[in-house]
């Protein structure tokens, strides 16, 4: 079993940056892929960031790209997300989820895949 708890969440200005936590514990050895999702409500979860945790490779869908940087410390057992140039777009709940087999392009970012979820961490960004 592994156990994820974000934190790092708040209120922000549009334009400005915020930087999310998510700490790893239990079977940590067991992880392939982490992700970070948000969700508003009424709607279904969406992907923004992936990485694959061996080979450090990243993911990023398309309304993120450039802005938010999804990064890992393994000696910590911590994932990141940094998020600059929050527009009012943005605000969610964000979920870090791990998976513990290989993840690909048709499948990194649905929920699905992913079996380790964290309780989510509110970002809100004010106009």
């Known amino acids: 079993q592994v156990q994820l708890v974000e934190s790092g969440g708040g209120s922000v200005q549009a334009g400005g940056s915020l930087r999310l936590s998510c700490a790893a514990s239990?079977?940590?050895?067991?992880?392939?892929?982490m992700a970070w999702f948000r969700q508003v409500p009424g709607k279904e979860r969406e992907g923004v960031a992936a990485?694959?945790?061996?080979?450090?490779?990243?993911y990023y869908a398309d309304s993120v790209k450039g802005r938010f940087t999804i990064s890992q410390d393994n000696a910590k057992n911590t994932l990141y997300l940094q998020m600059n140039s929050l527009k009012p777009a943005d605000p969610a709940m964000f979920y870090c989820?791990?998976?513990?087999?290989?993840?690909?392009?048709?499948?990194?970012?649905?929920?699905?895949?992913?079996?380790?979820w964290g309780q989510g961490t509110q970002v809100t960004v004010s106009s």
């Open positions: 989820a791990a998976a513990p087999w290989k993840l690909y392009r048709n499948n990194r970012f649905r929920d699905g895949s992913y079996n380790y």
């Open positions: 239990g079977y940590t050895s067991s992880i392939n892929y």
């Open positions: 990485i694959s945790r061996a080979e450090r490779i990243t």
